[in-house]
């Protein structure tokens, strides 16, 4: 049998079970016997492929329909009864997802909005005509850095609600589960401001050597509706970044 039908199959008899406890299509509890090593390998597909759906945020699937689904397709003298076509399942996919993700934009972005709103009114918390926010936290005695000049900066960077998606600091990393063999000795970033993203090409001139901020950036000026694949970044996201000023190298 192929993998993907081994996955396919085992993932139908989850469904069966799931069906067979309950009439609304409602998820009970089931309790995996790993008795044997099918058994382990069955439940680790199954795992996975929850995962899978649930990072797709398809949360509220029908699972009685999916299970018919799943078994006219493992059926191959069934192809001339199935209900839709391949091609015809793929554009109901496709577009079911699209919708899903533009709904999910748009709360997203309505949830940074709110947030930059409310952000703005905290003690320290200063904007610039941009929409920038940023909070000193530590103020540097050295030179500024003009919108061309290179940088030596340390960086944390995170969604409002906490999630990590990047650092220069090793300390962090390690803390995040992020370490990169690659990146020792963990020396900081070095980087030409007018290379990056426009929050970073801004509020870095309002530092000197030295200093340490805290960046609230609107995905205005952050990465609008294209963020880094592979990343936690959603489109809309305000990014917060805590920055330190190491060192303006020099001009280009």
């Not at 081994?6 to 993932?11: G, K, P, V």
């Not at 398809?58 to 397709?73: M, R, V, Y």
């Not at 918390?125 to 003009?146: C, F, N, R, W």
Request: aromatic share 10%; hydrophobic share 35%.
């Amino acid at each position: 049998m192929k993998f993907t039908n081994l996955y396919l199959a085992i993932t139908l008899v989850a469904l069966f079970f799931v069906s067979a406890c309950s009439n609304n299509s409602s998820i009970s509890d089931p309790k995996a016997d790993l008795s044997a090593e099918i058994d382990s390998v069955s439940y680790a597909l199954g795992l996975q492929s929850g995962k899978y759906y649930l990072q797709q945020g398809l949360t509220d699937l029908d699972l009685q329909n999916f299970a018919a689904g799943i078994k006219e397709g493992l059926d191959e003298k069934n192809d001339t009864l199935n209900m839709f076509s391949e091609r015809e399942a793929n554009l109901i996919i496709q577009t079911y997802l699209i919708s899903l993700t533009e709904e999910q934009n748009s709360e997203n972005i309505e949830t940074n909005k709110a947030f930059l709103e409310e952000n703005r009114e905290k003690e320290g918390i200063q904007e610039t005509e941009s929409g920038l926010q940023y909070k000193v936290i530590e103020e540097g005695s050295g030179a500024s850095p003009d919108a061309t000049d290179r940088v030596h900066v340390h960086y944390t960077g995170r969604l409002i609600d906490g999630t990590f998606f990047d650092t220069s600091r090793k300390e962090v990393a390690q803390e995040n589960g992020a370490y990169n063999a690659q990146r020792e000795p963990y020396e900081g970033a070095k980087f030409s401001l007018n290379r990056v993203i426009p929050g970073w090409t801004e509020g870095l001139q309002l530092m000197k050597e030295g200093a340490v901020y805290k960046f609230y950036i609107p995905s205005e000026i952050g990465y609008g509706s294209n963020p880094p694949q592979g990343s936690p970044i959603k489109p809309g996201s305000v990014l917060v970044f805590e920055v330190e000023l190491i060192e303006v190298i020099d001009s280009e």
